[in-house]
């Protein structure tokens, strides 16, 4: 019988590098072996990245519980069409962001009700998808710093995403990261050090995993 693959998430706001580490450690998973696929939420398979246009479309009008909706539909399509397919046949899922950043950005960035993303994440998309092998977030503090990094994609400029949300906004996503660690005992880990760095101190949480 086929071992499940593992299910790790990379979490933490705007500018600190979630892609890139995901992208650096599959590249460390296939020197050893293992073989691993990439979601970078909420893109993913076509229909997800369909859904994505939308979200990103910030001249489409809709209050924040649409917002939820939409996320979680593209998460069910990615969960079910590339993710958990993937894990049953043995390859490992690295996914830059999940449910985390809905309750984060829609939740306490938008004043949705906490409960009810995680209630409404569990009966559409499901408890696997809830509860991930390793889940790590990397940490960027300082408003400044995240939003050089972001600049340095070309995204500030852009009024489609929430990158460009005021000041207030991406310090209540900073402060609802943190608290969400604390709550549920999340490693984090410092995205200010070097890319190596910060692959290295995942690549020491990630070995665990390995057999």
Same mark, same amino acid.
């Given at each position: 019988?086929?071992?499940?693959?593992?299910?790790?998430?990379?979490?933490?706001?705007?500018?600190?590098?979630?892609?890139?580490?995901?992208?650096?450690?599959?590249?460390?998973?296939?020197?050893?072996?293992?073989?691993?696929?990439?979601?970078?939420?909420?893109?993913?398979?076509?229909?997800?990245?369909?859904?994505?246009?939308?979200?990103?479309?910030?001249?489409?009008?809709?209050?924040?519980?649409?917002?939820?909706?939409?996320?979680?539909?593209?998460?069910?399509?990615?969960?079910?069409?590339?993710? =958990?397919?993937? %894990? *049953?046949? $043995?390859?490992?899922?690295? !996914?830059? @962001?999940?449910? +985390?950043? /809905?309750?984060?950005?829609?939740?306490?960035?938008?004043?949705?009700?906490?409960?009810?993303?995680?209630?409404?994440?569990?009966?559409?998309?499901?408890?696997?998808?809830?509860?991930?092998?390793?889940?790590?977030?990397?940490?960027?503090?300082?408003?400044?710093?995240?939003?050089?990094?972001?600049?340095?994609?070309?995204?500030?400029?852009?009024?489609?995403?929430?990158?460009?949300?005021?000041?207030?906004? =991406?310090?209540? %996503? *900073?402060? $609802?990261?943190?608290?969400? !660690?604390? @709550?549920?005992? +999340?490693? /984090?880990?410092?995205?200010?050090?070097?890319?190596?760095?910060?692959?290295?101190?995942?690549?020491?949480?990630?070995?665990?995993?390995?057999?």
């Amino acid at each position: 019988m086929t071992e499940r693959g593992k299910y790790v998430v990379v979490e933490g706001p705007d500018g600190t590098g979630k892609s890139t580490q995901i992208e650096l450690l599959k590249e460390h998973l296939s020197e050893i072996g293992v073989p691993s696929i990439e979601i970078h939420e909420p893109d993913g398979v076509p229909a997800a990245a369909e859904l994505r246009n939308i979200i990103k479309n910030g001249s489409l009008e809709r209050d924040p519980w649409t917002n939820v909706m939409l996320f979680t539909a593209a998460r069910r399509l990615n969960w079910l069409q590339a993710m =958990q397919p993937a %894990l *049953e046949a $043995g390859t490992w899922v690295l !996914a830059a @962001r999940s449910w +985390i950043s /809905t309750e984060i950005y829609q939740g306490n960035g938008e004043g949705v009700d906490l409960t009810k993303i995680a209630e409404f994440t569990r009966n559409n998309v499901g408890e696997q998808y809830l509860t991930p092998d390793l889940t790590l977030i990397l940490a960027l503090q300082g408003l400044e710093a995240r939003k050089t990094r972001i600049a340095q994609r070309g995204e500030l400029d852009n009024p489609d995403t929430f990158e460009s949300m005021p000041d207030e906004f =991406q310090e209540r %996503l *900073e402060d $609802g990261y943190t608290n969400f !660690a604390i @709550r549920n005992g +999340i490693d /984090t880990i410092d995205a200010s050090q070097s890319r190596e760095q910060v692959q290295a101190d995942i690549w020491n949480k990630v070995h665990a995993l390995l057999p």
